[in-house]
């Protein structure tokens, strides 16, 4: 499944910083099980607005995550440190595709 989340930085605050706090989240995020990766975009004529994307096995292994990680004291610091930069909101959960429908090229 995947966990689509907009990501907008805060003024002061850049995409590479940024960059860094969500590349040593991910990689803690990512020893919990079901997880597949992350992966991080910047929205096209808007610099300062990013889509953040989750792969995880299951949404019941995406919802356990955070009892799996909650003890984490690593984890909590990059979570506060990442809410001092940007401000996101959810866009939703999606089931990953039974099947994929692409036009030859």
Known sequence: M?????????????????????MRASAIIQTAPGARGTRLHRKIGHPDVLMAIATWESKPQRDARDDFLKPDAAMRAVLDEHTAIVDFKVVGEYEEAEWIVEPPQ
């Open 2 to 22: 995947k966990f689509i989340f907009e990501v907008h930085l805060k003024p002061g605050h850049t995409v590479a910083e940024y960059a860094d706090a969500w």
